[in-house]
T-cell receptor, first 113, second 113 residues
Framework: DQQVKQNSPSLSVQEGRISILNCDYTNSMFDYFLWYKKYPAEGPTFLISISSIKDKNEDGRFTVFLNKSAKHLSLHIVPSQPGDSAVYFCAASISDSWGKFQFGAGTQVVVTP | DAGVTQSPTHLIKTRGQQVTLRCSPKSGHDTVSWYQQALGQGPQFIFQYYEEEERQRGNFPDRFSGHQFPNYSSELNVNALLLGDSALYLC????????????FGDGTRLSIL
């Protein structure tokens, strides 16, 4: 039962342009969402999060948007840099079950010069 | 400040054997969660330990068990290994009181022959 879905397995974007990664979820109980970034041979590292009481959260080049009615969130990276080439995972949790995160399958981002 | 450390880095076992993976949480963290990441998939939650007890569990069979020690370090044990248990096993730690994102280790790559 895949409750968090990332339907784009890969994304290629030019350096300096915007990267938009999408994530859909099915469980309406989810109230906390995160994005993690993963390089090969390393564990995932936290990027940005958003609570369900907000619809946008921004941190430098990274912005996460949440559309609760559509059960959809997106991550915008502007401008994209070569170091952003990695796999990006969307994850969701219910506050009462803190630490039990459901992850999507990931999107491989490649930033080209 | 040491982050989450896992050992060993790689492990090869045969079907039917048993394996123990180890995790030391980030300094100051008291909660440890274990995830299984199969090739091309996102991490799947196995279970979480806090105060030396299993607090939450995902959809994994009883062959998967764990332990948390008084120093907050943790072990993941898998009995009667199957070919399908081949995966990257990730440990993540957090502080139960602050609802902050988990910090992940680099994982143990388990291969079953």
């Amino acid at each position: 039962d895949q409750q968090v879905k990332q339907n784009s397995p890969s994304l290629s974007v030019q350096e300096g342009r915007i990267s938009i990664l999408n994530c859909d979820y099915t469980n309406s109980m989810f109230d906390y969402f995160l994005w993690y970034k993963k390089y090969p041979a390393e564990g995932p590292t936290f990027l940005i999060s958003i609570s369900s009481i907000k619809d946008k959260n921004e941190d430098g080049r990274f912005t996460v948007f949440l559309n609760k009615s559509a059960k959809h969130l997106s991550l915008h990276i502007v401008p994209s840099q070569p170091g952003d080439s990695a796999v990006y995972f969307c994850a969701a949790s219910i506050s009462d079950s803190w630490g039990k995160f459901q992850f999507g399958a990931g999107t491989q981002v490649v930033v080209t010069p | 400040d040491a982050g989450v450390t896992q050992s060993p880095t790689h492990l090869i076992k045969t079907r039917g054997q048993q394996v123990t993976l180890r995790c030391s949480p980030k300094s100051g963290h008291d909660t440890v969660s274990w995830y299984q990441q199969a090739l091309g998939q996102g991490p799947q939650f196995i279970f979480q330990y806090y105060e030396e007890e299993e607090r939450q569990r995902g959809n994994f069979p009883d062959r998967f068990s764990g332990h948390q020690f008084p120093n907050y370090s943790s072990e993941l044990n898998v009995n009667a290994l199957l070919l399908g248990d081949s995966a990257l096993y990730l440990c993540a730690s957090s502080l139960v009181t602050d609802n902050q994102p988990q910090h992940f280790g680099d994982g143990t790559r388990l291969s079953i022959l």
